[in-house]
């Protein structure tokens, strides 16, 4: 014989006419919120952390990713930056009007490179969204249950 579902032994009676669900003590009922929200802080807790994890491990790959083009992009500028300024020094006859242009274009990569930067730099959340909403619905549903 399987053993009666929670719906069927809140509708049985007592033999002093009261539900069953009413004979429990307070603190077996105090025992189980106590449990309920253990359980249920556990699992936001849980769900923080697999957010946080993925917001670092996206961070992660980004820092890598500037760091490697940062490394290979500084050999390329470096011999590019002599090519370029022997270059413009046969073409100026003079190595100062060379450097100032290789410079100047230096400046703007650079500008644009940051800017590029600082807009995949926005795009990392490190506020755990999901959790935060269902804190909310939890808070929500706590204060449904008082009344």
Request: charged share 20%.
């Amino acid at each position: 014989m399987t053993p009666p579902d929670a719906s069927t032994a809140a509708q049985r009676v007592s033999d002093q006419g009261r539900p069953e669900g009413t004979q429990r003590s307070v603190g077996e009922l105090i025992a189980e919120v106590t449990s309920d929200l253990s359980a249920l802080l556990n699992q936001e807790l849980e769900l923080a952390k697999t957010e946080l994890r993925l917001e670092a491990a996206k961070v992660g790959k980004t820092a890598g990713a500037f760091s490697g083009a940062a490394a290979a992009g500084y050999f390329a500028v470096l011999f590019a930056s002599w090519t370029l300024l022997f270059a413009l020094h046969a073409a100026f006859h003079s190595y100062t009007w060379a450097a100032l242009v290789v410079t100047a274009l230096y400046a703007v990569v650079g500008g644009v490179l940051f800017a590029r930067a600082r807009t995949t730099a926005k795009t990392i959340n490190p506020k755990p969204d999901v959790t935060v909403q269902t804190l909310k619905e939890d808070a929500q549903w706590a204060k449904t249950r008082k009344s």
